[in-house]
Each structure stands twice: as structure tokens, then as C-alpha cells.
């Protein structure tokens, strides 16, 4: 399913191919001074995840497609992230963590629209429509504008989407309350609109800058979206005088910018010459590998130092639930590492020798 709708487009968009890396690299350590943690009922939630998958016919029953899924792991990454979760609420964040995979798989980095920046904005105005009202919009309504020009797989395939983006979509709006459903449907929008730069990217010239590229990479990992769940899924509030102060909403990117440059890290085995990845951008500009990844290891680092001289800032005017968020955003950071590093997909552990990311402790006695 995942056979793109235009073959003629560049393969060094994704060269899975890990040994095109010249040796095993060092893995410098990450600076993740937060807990760690894994709910006792995630092996329970991604069974079900699965289940609703298979159900909406994303993927096939025992086939590649879900056994990918299991691999993934959409209910483990959220078992890291998000810790006191409500049972509901962490089933519904888990189907839209395996939703947003197989989306992009399908329909976007190799997928159906795959060099079609336009009409993958078409296809997103049509996913944004379902989620302003999942339980109001007609899908059908724009599904023949949608799906012209696509081979008859993925034509059927956007029938399933339109179900199923409107059951998660359901899911989420019934955990959380109207001001943090909207909050996070709007982060969704930001997610949108960056895949659109992601796949609008020149392959044929020069590589985006360093700064360009991590105004990107903080929204097209999927994080305004991932950080929006944390106080629906945590069954609690931030007011949202205190969550839309601007030092909160720069909290919030740096928190993107983390969790982009730990999946540029990850995955850079399996994405050596694409263009969306830091590391092949700083070898672009001369670096050897090993060069990119110690330099963007150290970017990372410098940002989580910056994230926290400012969460310091932000806590002495906080209120309970904004400490609270502060709290689940160090976990949040920390158990997307921990995903990520034991992800098959990327085969890290295959392809670095890794240092130990830094614990709290050791981190306040540096």
C-alpha cells in the first residue's frame, strides 16, 4: 500500500539502506535530566490500537502493514511520554500516535502525494474539516476531489481515512474539554502545514539552512499536536491564560525542536541523503557523519539547556496545572528517547555505539 502514486519522483527521499553508513558511529549523550517510565497497561492498549487499525482496514490482518504497526509500537511511544494517564485518554492519544503514522505512510513522505505539495494541501483541508467537526462533517461531501487522479488503492484507501480520522478524531474531542480539543485540532494545522514544506522541498537543490530547517522540523515531527495531548491525557487543565503566554508557547517549540533532533538522530541510518534530516543538511555543508551527528547531538543538548533555563523562568508564576505540564514536558522529551532508541524502524542500536543519556542527577552535578 505504501507504492508511491509518482515513481518518477526521487528515491533519495527516504534510502532505508543502513549500511551506506562507512562504520558504526559514537552517539554522544543526550542530556535528558527527567524520569523515566512506562505505563503498566501499554502491552494492553497497543493490542487494542492494532485492533482499531485492522478494524478501519488500515492495516491488513497479519500482513506487513501490521506487523509495521507493532513494530512502531504508537501506544509504547505514548506509555513513555505521557505519565498519570486516564485509561480512555491514553487509548484515544495511542490511536492518533498510529493514526499519524500511517497517514504519512500512506499518503505522504512515500506515499500518495508523495511530490505533490498542492494536493496534499487538499488533502489536509479535508482532514482539518473532519476534525473542526468530527461528529457534523459530511467527508463525503469532497471525497471525489480528494481521491482524482489516485490509483483505485488509494482511492478506497481515503474512504477508510475518512472513517477513521473521524472515530479518533471522536475519541479525543469526548476526553477533553472544548478549549483543549481546539487547542489541539490547531496544533494539528501547524503538523499540516509543515508536512506541506517537507514534501515542497527542492530535492534537486540546495538543502534548507540550519535555521530554516528547525523552524520546520519543530512542527513536521508531530509535536504541537504530541504536547497538546499531555494535560488531556494526564486528565487535567492549563488555563489557557497561562498556557498561551508567549513563554509558554516558546517553551512548547523548543520542546518541538527536541524531539525533532532526536529522530534526525535515530533515524539517520535509514535516511542517509534526504533532505529532511539534520545531519545529512550539516554534511551537505562539509561535515563528515560522524561531524553531523555530534553536532546535532550537541544542538540538541544546547536546546533542552535552553528549554530548562526557561521552564526555571516560567515556574515561579506557574499555577498547579502549568508546573504540572512543565513536569510532563521533561517526560514527554525523555520517553520519546527512550522510544526511539529501541525502534527497529531505525536500527540505532545496529548502527551506534551509544553513550548513556544524561540522568537528573548527573546532570544538576555537571
Not at 72 to 78: E, H, S, Y
Not at 117 to 128: E, N, T, V
Not at 145 to 157: C, F, H, S
Request: overall charge negative; hydrophobic content about 40%; proline content about 6%.
Amino acid at each position: 500500500m505504501n507504492q508511491s502514486a509518482h515513481p518518477s519522483n526521487p528515491e533519495s527521499r527516504l534510502l532505508p539502506n543502513s549500511t551506506l553508513l562507512g562504520s558504526k558511529l559514537r552517539l554522544p549523550a543526550f542530556y535528558y535530566p527527567f524520569p523515566e517510565e512506562r505505563d503498566p497497561n501499554t502491552d494492553a492498549v497497543e493490542a487494542e490500537v492494532v485492533e482499531w487499525a485492522v478494524r478501519y482496514a488500515l492495516v491488513g490482518r497479519g500482513g506487513k502493514g501490521e506487523a509495521m504497526l507493532r513494530g512502531l509500537g504508537p501506544a509504547d511511544v505514548c506509555g513513555r511520554m505521557y505519565h498519570c494517564r486516564n485509561r480512555e485518554a491514553f487509548l484515544a492519544a495511542s490511536i492518533w500516535s498510529a493514526w499519524m503514522f500511517l497517514v504519512d505512510e500512506h499518503f505522504c513522505e512515500t506515499g500518495a502525494y508523495h511530490g505533490s505539495p498542492g494536493r496534499l494541501a487538499q488533502f489536509h483541508l479535508w482532514l482539518r474539516a473532519i476534525l473542526t467537526d468530527p461528529g457534523g462533517y459530511d467527508w463525503r461531501s469532497m471525497y471525489r476531489e480528494i481521491v482524482r487522479g489516485l490509483p483505485a488503492e488509494y482511492a478506497e484507501l481515503c474512504i477508510r481515512t475518512g472513517e477513521a480520522t473521524t472515530d479518533m478524531a471522536q475519541r479525543i474531542e469526548k476526553v477533553s474539554s472544548p478549549m483543549q480539543y481546539v487547542r489541539w485540532m490547531e496544533s494539528m494545522t501547524c503538523y499540516f502545514l509543515s508536512t506541506i514544506w517537507q514534501l515542497g522541498l527542492d530535492m534537486s537543490g540546495p538543502p534548507p539552512s540550519v535555521q530554516e530547517y528547525l523552524l520546520g522540523r519543530a512542527s513536521f515531527s508531530g509535536a504541537p499536536p504530541t504536547y497538546a495531548l499531555a494535560d488531556i491525557v494526564a486528565g487535567y487543565e492549563v488555563p489557557a491564560n497561562e498556557h498561551q503566554r508567549v513563554e509558554v508557547r516558546r517553551l512548547q517549540t523548543l520542546v518541538g525542536i527536541v524531539l525533532g533532533l532526536c529522530n534526525d538522530v535515530m533515524s539517520f541510518p535509514r535516511e542517509i541523503g534526504v533532505i529532511w534530516n539534520l545531519p545529512n543538511i550539516l554534511i551537505a555543508q562539509g561535515m563528515s557523519q560522524q561531524e553531523a551527528i555530534t553536532n546535532t547531538v550537541r544542538i540538541h543538548n544546547d536546546v533542552v539547556r535552553e528549554y530548562l533555563d526557561l521552564e526555571a523562568r516560567i515556574t515561579p508564576w506557574s499555577g498547579a496545572e502549568l508546573r504540572r505540564f512543565l513536569h510532563d514536558m521533561g517526560t514527554l522529551m525523555r520517553g520519546h528517547y527512550d522510544w526511539a532508541r529501541q525502534q527497529k524502524r531505525y536500527a540505532a542500536t545496529d548502527n551506534y555505539f551509544f553513550d548513556a543519556p544524561v540522568e537528573p542527577d548527573e546532570f544538576r552535578a555537571a
